[in-house]
């Protein structure tokens, strides 16, 4: 990929067929009809903060209307409705410095896993990736990243080499990296939610995220919403081999063979496809490997 650096808004252009794709965040926009997929991007921006409005209205009316609050739930209510307020200005700035502003249309992805079409789907994925772990300044004890990638490893074997790897589904990205921070020399991450690329891959370039958890089960009041700021420590270099690009996994634009490992977490079970027939298409992507080579997977 060729990348535009002066124009507005910023391209990259295909070397095969020499189409050119929006970059969105800094993220190369790879899919069949780019516009239809920013389009219903700004609808779910502007659909969150409908709802985000309605939900804070709600919110509203049980303080001013319950006078017999309990003083626990009140300073529930309240603390919840001040933290949808940020939360609010954090996502649509998010969307924003990605330069996808708020607008009226239709959400729908008919691309997509159904339930899939809001600005928030999978957003918890987020803070479970980056944020737990310091969750009230204490190592998470869930530790589910480590819980999967000890699986992973377990496949693995004694001397992983995943080589160039391509993730699909990749979501908010911790396992990905954690793979290729250990074991790839290169990786390639895709996608169809904006939000959690976004996220990581700002965290990646070293940035600090501010956004707010909010738990299904609190623990307490404090945590009706959690405000996090969500960093890592990365090593550039490493980084920079951590790819991201929004595009649809069941048809990557990707050459045929040109990756050693396939990684496709939580994702071939969740999308409304035959097994049989995505393993076909799988198979396409995988670099060739001479009969008892031990570098392919
Ligand atoms: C259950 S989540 C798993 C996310 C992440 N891999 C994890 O383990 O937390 C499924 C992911 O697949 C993505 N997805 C669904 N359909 C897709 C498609 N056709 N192409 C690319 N990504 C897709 C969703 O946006 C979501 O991030």
């Known amino acids: ?25 800094d993220i190369p ?17 502007h659909a969150f903060e409908r709802d985000n409005r309605e939900a804070q209205d709600r919110l509203l009316a049980q303080l001013v209307g319950s006078g017999d609050l309990h003083p626990a739930t009140r300073t529930r209510t309240q603390s919840l409705r001040d933290a949808l307020a940020d939360h609010r200005l954090r996502l649509t700035t998010l969307a924003r410095d990605a330069g996808v502003i708020s607008a009226p249309g239709a959400q729908n992805d008919a691309d997509g896993v159904p339930g899939e079409s809001t600005l928030t789907a ?11 772990e310091e969750r009230e ?34 979501g908010a990205c911790r396992l990905p990296w954690e793979l290729h921070r250990r074991y790839a020399d290169s990786t390639l991450a895709i ?20 956004l707010f958890e909010f738990p299904i089960r609190p623990r307490s009041t404090e945590s009706v919403a959690v405000d996090r700021r969500l960093r890592l420590d990365v090593t550039a270099d490493c980084a920079s081999r ?19 490992t396939v990684f496709t977490p939580w994702f071939i079970d969740q999308i409304p496809k035959d097994l049989t027939e995505i393993f076909a298409t799988l198979h396409e992507y995988f670099r060739q490997v001479a009969p008892g080579s031990t570098t392919g997977r």
């Open 1 to 25: 990929m060729a990348q535009t650096a002066a124009a507005q808004p910023a391209t990259v252009t295909c070397e095969d067929c020499g189409r050119r794709y929006p970059l969105v965040g």
């Open 29 to 45: 926009c790879l899919v069949h009809d780019p516009d239809r997929t920013l389009a219903q991007w700004r609808a779910r921006v």
């Open 122 to 132: 999978y957003y918890h994925q987020i803070h479970r990736d980056w944020g737990w």
């Open 137 to 170: 300044g204490e190592r998470d004890e869930n530790g589910e990243t480590a819980l999967a990638l000890a699986e992973v490893e377990h496949v693995l074997g004694p001397t992983p080499r995943l080589g160039e790897m391509l993730v699909l589904g990749a």
């Open 191 to 210: 996608d169809l939610n904006p939000v959690p690329f976004w996220v990581a891959s700002r965290i990646l370039r070293g940035e600090a995220i501010a």
């Open 242 to 260: 951590f790819k991201f690009a929004f595009a649809d996994g069941l048809d990557p634009p990707v050459r045929p063979h040109a990756f050693d």
